[in-house]
Structure formats: structure tokens, C-alpha cells
């Protein structure tokens, strides 16, 4: 069985950020997989920014990630990048920490405009890691994300585009365990 690490780098606690990448995690989890959610802004500040890998929350945090087979990065989009909180946590793994794993690279964003902020700012960040295959990125619109009475409604477009992705995901899955 696979054991898939979503890694969401918002700052913010109602992040529509990570309602998708819970999403993404229960659509594994479909599939007999142990999913894991890793929210980097509950990790505490000053050891995180001061890179203490020792600290036992930010060594915790680092097991997940080798233990892991399948890692999802969630992050929003700033400024045409993804967000520094996730870099930081990037910065903390070592020089190959993603070899032997998927990655599916997410973010979400206001605008279609910030699309290759994937490809050209994250994708290089997770080559560089030593990734065993990276699939699709998946960029979903703000307003496709939609939030009510506990519910999370993804619209049909960014529905489709997730659908497809997971299952990429998925099979690369398949070629790790």
C-alpha cells in the first residue's frame, strides 16, 4: 500500500488551498491508500525558519515526507509563485529527499495568468529534489473552489482538470509500490 503525503504550504487556516489538496487526499484514499495531510503553517515558526531539523514537530515533519511514496505540494499562488512557507519547508529536505517518489505539483490562484508559476518556480524546486516522476501540474481557480456549511464544491472545470491529474497520479503510485 502507498502512503501519500499532501504538503499544503498556505499560511491561511480556511485556505481554499487546502481544502483541495484534503480533496485530492480523500480521492486517494478511494484507492486503498494512506494519505497523510501535512499543513506547514502548524508547524512552529522559529524552528522552522531557523532551520532546526532537530526541533521534534519539524523532525516529525521531515519523517512523514521519507516516509512517504507520493507526495502532493498544495500551495497558492503569490506574486506569479508559490508560496514561501512551502519553500522554507522545501529548504529543510535533503539535497534528494523526493528520490523514489511522485509528485503531483498544485496550486491554486485568482488568475489563469499565474499558470506556469508551477512549471518555472516549483517544478525545477522538485527536480531538484530528486523526484522519481513528476506528473501534471494541476492549477485550479479561485472561483471553482467554493467553500459552504463544511462542504467543499469544486466546479466542473476544475473538477475535470483534478480528476485527470489524480489519476496520473495514481498510476505513477502504482509504479512505486
Given at each position: 500500500m502507498s502512503?501519500?503525503?499532501?504538503?499544503?504550504?498556505s499560511p491561511s487556516p480556511m485556505?481554499?488551498?487546502?481544502l483541495v489538496g484534503?480533496?485530492?487526499?480523500?480521492r486517494l484514499a478511494e484507492y486503498e491508500w494512506h494519505t497523510g495531510h501535512l499543513r506547514v503553517r502548524t508547524l512552529p515558526a522559529t524552528p522552522l525558519l531557523h532551520a532546526h531539523a532537530a526541533h521534534p514537530a519539524i523532525a516529525a515533519a521531515l519523517d512523514q515526507v521519507s516516509r512517504a511514496d507520493g507526495i502532493v505540494l498544495a500551495t497558492p499562488t503569490y506574486k506569479a509563485s508559490f508560496s514561501g512557507l512551502?519553500?522554507?519547508f522545501l529548504d529543510l529536505l535533503p539535497q534528494y529527499g523526493f528520490?523514489?517518489?511522485?509528485?503531483?505539483?498544485?496550486?491554486t490562484g485568482g488568475s489563469a495568468a499565474h499558470v506556469l508559476a508551477l512549471d518555472y518556480a516549483l517544478r525545477p524546486v522538485v527536480h531538484s529534489l530528486g523526484a522519481r516522476h513528476v506528473v501534471?501540474?494541476?492549477?485550479?481557480?479561485?472561483?471553482?473552489?467554493?467553500?459552504?456549511?463544511g462542504n467543499l464544491h469544486i466546479g466542473q472545470s476544475g473538477?475535470?482538470?483534478l480528476d485527470a491529474v489524480i489519476e496520473q497520479f495514481r498510476k505513477a503510485l502504482v509504479g512505486t509500490s
Open positions: 502512503n501519500v503525503l499532501v504538503i499544503s504550504g485556505s481554499k488551498t487546502e484534503d480533496h485530492v487526499a480523500r512551502l519553500k522554507t528520490t523514489h517518489k511522485a509528485v503531483l505539483p498544485l496550486a501534471q501540474s494541476v492549477f485550479v481557480l479561485d472561483k471553482h473552489v467554493v467553500h459552504e456549511d473538477s475535470v482538470m
